[in-house]
């Protein structure tokens, strides 16, 4: 796999994509799986080759929830605010990892930038509720049905003991 | 490889991408139609039942979407593939979407000639040897949750009721997701088996004008929540002298508890791709966009390889069938936002600009992508079209009211024993799904309020349960059908803090263009929070009355126009609740955290410790008798002992109960 940070190859980045502004939110996908965030030259790198200011690739950067100019966690906890979910309890766990994780109000990582903790939308399995994504540094993802802080426990604990003794 | 039914028969089958034959589609089920062989009849029939029964007599399906991978089907399916390799079983595995039983996920279907086919509920991986041995080996299917039909082939088939027996499945009217869990999403030969495309090959056949004339005459309306005449909206865009023209299929599914476009979608998306195409060619476009919502990328991955599927075959791209109509389609995957579901927000996103919807008129059939005639339809709607153009009209109007034709898929989410996707006909009583269907609250417990429409929806109280399900009946108590969530709520829900919940999403998803909407709702928000806090007065009711009427009337898109509905809804049927904490100080569902507190009954603790490990404050300690105790002064009832206690002897009381003496 490529190292992330280092500055991609827009060619190779934004490989089958034509060079459309419909494609802008899909470059910026891109952009942010390779560097794990939008770095603004990873900004501008997407808007050239879409074909749009830099402002307003700037300005949709900012709209969109699942974008973030700062560096995230390698393993991103989201949990879900749907309705199904709200009322199954998610907020709680909210709070719960948070506290587990040491976090303050309004800080979003860990220190070690292992772990961020974030409120997402309805994953539509709200048969599920409540409903926790985990997003690993691979792009695939486990999504943890009935959630509650002790299930939670024991994946933060899994994703520990994986960064410990496997590759890192 | 395999000879598939979209192949040709034999050499005399003139048919290919570059010079499509017209009828391509109706050739493929029962052609030959432009020569006579016995030969190519006897291909596509053993085919067809090759596709029902699998290459070898035998098949297991396991579903692949999103409710079921996360119930863990993939290690279901690993496990199958595992088994009847060990157990030499020959049968086909294959994948499937859902039936939209959220409940018996993950499930699979067994079918073997000569057999009845045999759904199994909630598998786990483990079970998986045994099963399969009972029913291919010993022809036993005695553990199986449901039956699709009987054969008497095999052993325990009395013991096990048929799917189409039970309420939640005979109650349904299952039009537009008729295939949902039935085919495998990934092959457009299964859609083309199941009477895929002819829908899209009567279109072509009969002309623009007699399209739109056909879905005018089912009286379709949009089941994207507005509820406005598709056949028009596509008149509407084709009268238009300006070009290119564009369609857009909304699949921007948004709404917290809505997921029948994302189940449509991974199970059957061919149908969209379908309706999309017929959509274009009735409006005169030949560029179409999908646009999917961030958090359900499944949906995205099915649509885009039904697209690349269909461009293979022929039935996107140049010269469709033989018509000269050109036609192809982009997926685009959103990146998170709820606002993108709105029409002129969405067309904005596409034209890559921040997502800022704007003021209607001109309507995007005049005025849309780039400037252009562009019609917008939800998924669900486009689907219906597809299937309205290859059923004729009439069959689709047999059911649903006098004004609203046809049927509707609704998620019935929150306390029920089902929770899960059901499509009835529009015009059934709420009660109807949420009871019937959905089974009411598992527990015996009853039902308090019934949230629908979503963040745009309304709450009704438990005594308006009888009342249709139609675009303008519900809106008359307060709430609408909109994309067709239904949430159950029971004694143990606050009305205060579900609206609170509902502002809280709302403000959150304000895209900040509008004033009344930005800052209005972050001022009804406060309110609520002040009330639920046991901080609120009289005084604040009517104010928020007044900021409601305020958003509603003055904002720039339906977001702000309908985001004070759950607050409106809670407060006409539910002022008591809000009265409870204002005056009392007191949540009677015991959810608001500032007027509860939590108590350890030491009699019945097991001492183990969990509450005091997980409290975030440390309020929790020891006492001389080794069980815990809460220091309420430290407490801030954040209610993690109370879900972790593993054996439930944490309560709540009411927070006045606790310092005050008066108990
Ligand atoms: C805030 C907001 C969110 C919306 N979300 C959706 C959505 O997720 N799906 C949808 O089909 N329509 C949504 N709509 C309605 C669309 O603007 C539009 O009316 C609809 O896509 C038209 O399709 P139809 O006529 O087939 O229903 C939303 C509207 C608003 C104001
Ligand atoms: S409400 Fe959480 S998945 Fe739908």
New binding site residues.
């Given amino acids: 796999m490529e190292e992330k940070g280092a500055p991609p190859n827009p060619d190779e980045l934004f490989r089958g994509l034509q060079r459309a502004p419909h494609n802008l939110i899909e470059a910026l996908r891109r952009v942010q799986a390779h560097y794990g965030y939008l770095p603004l030259e990873g900004i501008k790198m997407a808007a050239d080759y879409v074909g749009v200011p830099l402002a307003q690739a700037y300005g949709v950067a900012t709209f969109y929830h699942q974008y973030s100019l700062e560096p995230l966690g390698k393993y991103r906890i989201l949990l879900c605010m749907g309705t199904a979910c709200h009322l199954a309890g998610n907020r709680l766990n909210a709070e719960f990892l948070r506290s587990l994780l040491g976090l303050k109000p309004g800080q979003k990582t860990t220190s070690d930038m292992l772990f961020s903790v974030e409120e997402a939308r309805c994953f539509g399995c709200c048969g599920l509720a409540p409903v926790v994504m985990i997003l690993k540094p691979d792009g695939t993802n486990e999504i943890i049905g009935r959630a509650n802080p002790r299930s939670l426990r024991a994946a933060v604990e899994r994703y520990r003991r994986l960064e410990r003794g496997g590759s890192g | 490889m395999t000879w598939t039914l979209l192949d040709r028969c034999c050499d005399r089958c003139t048919h290919s991408v570059e010079n499509p034959c017209k009828d391509y589609v109706e050739c493929r089920l029962n052609g030959p139609l432009c020569h006579e062989d016995e030969r190519c009849r006897e291909l596509r029939r053993r085919r067809l039942e090759e596709l029902a029964y699998g290459e070898k007599g035998a098949k297991i399906k396991v579903p692949m979407a999103s409710c079921t991978l996360a119930m863990g089907s993939e290690a279901v399916y690993n496990a199958v593939l595992e088994a009847v390799e060990k157990l030499g079983v020959e049968a086909t595995v294959t994948i499937s979407g859902c039936y939209g039983m959220d409940f018996i996920d993950p499930w699979v279907e067994f079918s073997a000639k000569g057999m009845p086919t045999a759904i199994y509920a909630r598998v786990r991986p483990a079970d998986v040897p045994k099963l399969i041995e009972s029913y291919f080996i010993k022809r036993d299917v005695s553990g199986a949750f449901a039956l699709k039909e009987r054969t008497g082939g095999a052993l325990g088939e009395e013991k096990v009721p048929l799917l189409s027996e039970l309420d939640f499945w005979r109650k349904q009217y299952k039009w537009v997701s008729r295939n949902c869990g039935v085919v495998n999403p990934e092959s457009l030969e299964e859609y083309v088996a199941s009477g895929g495309y002819r829908g899209l090959s009567k279109a072509l056949k009969v002309g623009p004008e007699r399209v739109i004339d056909e879905i005018q005459k089912s009286g379709l309306r949009?089941?994207?929540?507005?509820?406005?005449p598709?056949g028009l909206?596509w008149k509407l865009a084709r009268q238009q002298p300006a070009t290119p023209k564009y369609v857009i299929a909304?699949a921007?599914?948004?709404?917290p508890g809505a997921f029948m476009?994302r189940l449509l979608a991974e199970s059957d998306p061919f149908r969209i791709v379908e309706g999309l195409t017929i959509a274009g060619y009735a409006v005169g476009a030949s560029q179409g966009f999908i646009f999917v919502?961030a958090e359900k990328p499944m949906m995205a991955k099915r649509l885009r390889r039904a697209v690349e599927e269909a461009r293979k075959y022929g039935l996107l791209g140049r010269n469709i069938l033989g018509s000269g109509f050109d036609f192809d389609i982009e997926v685009i995957l959103s990146a998170g936002a709820?606002?993108c579901?709105?029409?002129t927000a969405m067309i904005a996103a596409i034209e890559g600009k921040r997502a800022w919807?704007r003021q209607r008129p001109p309507y995007p059939a005049e005025k849309g992508l780039w400037g252009k005639p562009t019609i917008?339809?939800?998924?669900e709607?486009l689907a219906h079209a597809a299937t309205i153009m290859a059923e004729g009209a009439e069959k689709f109007a047999a059911v649903g009211t006098e004004r609203t034709k046809g049927t509707k898929m609704f998620c019935v989410t929150g306390n029920v024993k089902r929770v899960g996707a059901y499509e009835v006909p529009i015009g059934v009583s709420v009660r109807y799904l949420v009871e019937e269907l959905a089974g009411g609250p598992p527990d015996g417990s009853k039902i308090k309020a019934v949230q629908i429409g979503g963040p745009?929806g309304g709450c009704i109280p438990a005594a308006l349960l009888d009342l249709p399900i139609d675009y303008e009946t519900l809106q008359g108590a307060g709430a609408i059908m909109g994309?067709g969530g239904i949430v159950v709520m029971t004694e143990d829900t606050c009305m205060v803090d579900a609206a609170k919940f509902f502002l809280t999403f709302t403000s959150a998803e304000s895209c900040g263009k509008c004033v009344p909407c930005r800052v209005g709702l972050r001022t009804m928000w406060n309110i609520l929070d002040k009330i639920t806090r046991g901080e609120g007065t009289e005084e604040d009711l009517h104010t928020l009355r007044q900021m409601a009427e305020t958003v509603r009337s003055f904002s720039l898109?339906?977001?702000g126009g309908?985001a004070p509905n759950p607050v409106l809804s809670t407060l006409r049927h539910f002022v008591d609740e809000y009265m409870a904490h204002i005056r009392d100080k007191v949540c009677p569902a015991m959810v608001c955290r500032a007027l509860i507190a939590y108590r350890i009954d030491e009699e019945r603790c097991i001492a183990c410790g969990q509450c005091a490990m997980n409290c975030p404050v440390s309020a929790i300690s020891r006492v001389e008798s080794g069980k815990y105790r809460i220091d309420k002064e430290k407490c801030i009832s954040c209610g993690i002992c109370f879900a972790v206690c593993p054996v439930k002897v944490i309560t709540k009381v009411p927070r006045g109960s606790l310092g005050g003496g008066h108990a």
């Fill in positions: 949009g089941r994207g929540g507005a509820g406005f598709t909206k909304n921007d599914e948004g709404d476009n919502r709820f606002v579901g709105e029409e919807p917008v339809n939800n998924v709607t745009s994309s898109c339906a977001l309908t």
